[in-house]
């Protein structure tokens, strides 16, 4: 029993977690390392197949609720990191780069 406890406890500790794009909004650092990129990232042509259509905004201010993203040039400024790929296989998750606000956020 103590062997299934334990076995249960490091493999939470270890597996990596689930990214929830429809929580991510603020300032964005885009890191040129897959290493140190809190998340990876695909960017879709088509919005229909994105999981988080993404507004980006150019005051960090205004970058205040799901989907809006303010792309910094500092990593310490930034609120989380990401590395885009061009393996959509790798990704943690999809996004769509919209002109629209409105239509920010997760389906």
């Known amino acids: 029993m103590f062997t299934l406890w334990l076995f249960i406890y490091i493999s939470n500790i270890f597996s990596p ?3 929830d794009p429809c929580q991510l909004y603020g300032a964005v650092f885009i890191e040129t390392s897959r290493t140190y990129a809190d998340y990876i990232i695909y960017e ?3 919005e229909a197949f994105a999981d988080l259509m993404v507004f980006k905004q150019e005051n960090k201010l205004f970058a205040d609720d799901r ?11 930034a609120d989380f990191t990401i590395y885009v790929t061009t393996k959509k296989n790798q990704a943690d998750f999809t996004i769509f780069y919209t002109d629209t606000e409105s239509f ?3 389906r």
């Open 44 to 46: 879709e042509e088509s």
């Open 17 to 19: 977690s689930q990214a």
């Open 104 to 106: 920010a956020g997760c």
């Open 67 to 77: 989907g809006l993203w303010h792309i910094t040039k500092d990593r310490s400024f």
